[in-house]
């Protein structure tokens, strides 16, 4: 898992990435407006703030306008941006065109912190991306517990596996599990695993009972041994193997319809 935790807040390692960069651009920003001397930071701050909006937007964007199969039947996702979901190429043109936008309005106090801030955040971006570890990991030889107190194997199964880690305490897991349970249900061919950490059966399926979610899939790892074996630091943590086991994509943090269904696509080697 690529997640990285400072104090109580977990990230996931894009998301983490895209803060820091976020961060280092303001800051960039707002140290090359006041060596300017031109006495005017506080113009380099407020197209700061709507080169950042755009990059965001446009990112956004660009990524709903790639994956517009999965938004079209549910197009309100599109708002919920802390599901993740970001096109970085379309934000660094949104970013681009906030710059030249500056420069036709000769904002020039701007165009140093823009750019320099810019040039900082890119490399600040993708340093963070380059230096965090992607060790091999594969789906764990753990015998899990089904509902009705049977044993359910977790590897071995020859076929794509969504595993979900989750808990009924956790919000954001709570949100997604119904977008996740549906897209089971339409998923041939894909095995979904959502195994519990640490509560007792009655728990799981009162909370399935209240939100009218099925049983499937549904098992219970009581001692959280997955976590461990995952190197997961977080809830919801999602993973993605492919038919051999292997590990091909992951996102800590309530993911989007969207998303998974990309995570899915690169483990059946379909093209979306």
Sequence with gaps: MNAVSIGPLVFDGERFAAVVALLLFF????????????????DAARWAGIAALAWIGAARLGFVIAHWSDFAAHPLDALKLWQGGFLSGA??????A????????????????LALGGAVALAAHLAVLAVQPSPAVTLPQ?????????GV????RDRAVVLNLWATWCPPCRREMPMMTELAANTPGV????????????????????????PDGMVRDP????????????LPSTLVFDARGRLVAAQTGEVSRAALTRMIAQA???TR
């Design 27 to 42: 800051l960039m920003t707002e140290i090359v407006a006041r060596l300017q001397g031109r006495n005017l930071p506080g």
């Design 91 to 96: 934000g660094w043109a949104g970013g681009v």
């Design 98 to 113: 906030v710059f030249l936008l500056a420069a036709l309005r000769r904002a020039r106090a701007a165009l140093a912190p």
């Design 142 to 150: 753990m015998q899990l517990i089904a509902l009705d107190g049977g």
């Design 153 to 156: 194997q977790l590897a071995g």
């Design 191 to 214: 095995d979904f695993v959502f195994a519990n950490q640490g509560e007792e059966a009655r728990q799981v399926r009162a909370f399935l009972d209240a939100e009218n979610l099925p």
């Design 223 to 234: 001692q959280g041994r997955l976590m461990g074996a995952l190197n997961a630091i977080g």
């Design 268 to 270: 059946t080697g379909e």
